[in-house]
Nanobody, 124 residues
Framework: QVQLMESGGGSVQPGGSLRLSCSAS????IGWFRQAPGKQREGVAG????????YYTDSVKGRFTISQDNAKKTVYLQMNSLKPEDTAMYYC?????????????????????WGQGTQVTVSS
């Protein structure tokens, strides 16, 4: 089973930027989810790869962008204007058979494949 691999996490000051990468290709859906300590996992951004339609949770709209580079078989999450509340473990997820186009689920209720996660810390 091919595992998803995230990279690009780290520590940044409020207002800074990070770009997360996920090695993934051939899936009908790619998404980014996050989980902060003591909180439930939440959807951040998702993309239907066939038509490029994207979905974002309300708190990141206008700041985060999900994109894919088919040649590099990589999906990105560009995160700008980061805030302390963005601090979390970020997971790449792929493949969906339970679609949910709400901003809460960013396109997929339960992706089938998951990466190990990469930590993002926003602090001054």
């Amino acid at each position: 089973q091919v595992q998803l691999m995230e990279s690009g996490g780290g520590s940044v000051q409020p207002g800074g930027s990070l770009r997360l990468s996920c090695s993934a290709s051939g899936y009908n859906y790619i998404g980014w989810f996050r989980q902060a300590p003591g909180k439930q996992r939440e959807g951040v951004a998702g993309m239907y790869t066939a038509d490029g339609r994207t979905y974002y949770t309300d708190s990141v709209k206008g700041r985060f962008t999900i994109s894919q580079d088919n040649a590099k078989k990589t999906v990105y999450l560009q995160m700008n204007s980061l805030k302390p509340e963005d601090t979390a473990m970020y997971y790449c997820a792929a493949e969906c058979n339970f679609w949910d186009r709400s901003s809460t689920h960013v396109g997929c209720r339960l992706p089938l494949r998951w990466g190990q996660g990469t930590q993002v810390t926003v602090s001054s």
